[in-house]
């Protein structure tokens, strides 16, 4: 599976965005995805997951309340929508198939998100 991520871009705090990942090749329906994210000097960490039996969805503690992550089998795509948006959640955003919240697959180009205070 290869995927593209898209959606990035400049936020004020308090604001929303929507990240985008389309995905080509491969099953896809039957993988589960998820969506990581790595700030400057830092490791790259998990975010969200959403399994592909039933859609359950799953979200690290930093962002749970505020991120919703949700994917279109149809279109191949997985979405996360990120709502009040915090300066430290900048960061260069991923998607990934997954087993639970480790990556198995290679890194697409990812999308920067950047959330100025």
């Known amino acids: 599976v290869q995927l593209v991520e898209s959606g990035g871009g400049l936020v004020q705090a308090g604001g929303s965005l929507v990240l985008s990942c389309a995905a080509s090749?491969?099953?896809?329906?039957?993988?589960?995805m998820g969506w990581f994210r790595q700030a400057a000097g830092k490791e790259r960490e998990f975010v969200a997951g959403v399994r592909w039996t039933g859609g359950s969805t799953y979200y690290a503690d930093s962002v749970k309340g505020r991120f919703t992550i949700s994917r279109d089998n149809a279109k191949k795509t997985v979405n996360l929508q990120m709502n009040n948006l915090k300066p430290d959640d900048t960061a260069v955003y991923y998607c990934?198939?997954?087993?639970?919240?480790?990556?198995?697959?290679?890194w697409g180009q990812g999308t920067q998100v950047t959330v100025s205070s």
């Open positions: 090749g491969g099953a896809f329906r039957f993988d589960d």
């Open positions: 990934n198939r997954v087993i639970q919240s480790s990556p198995i697959g290679p």
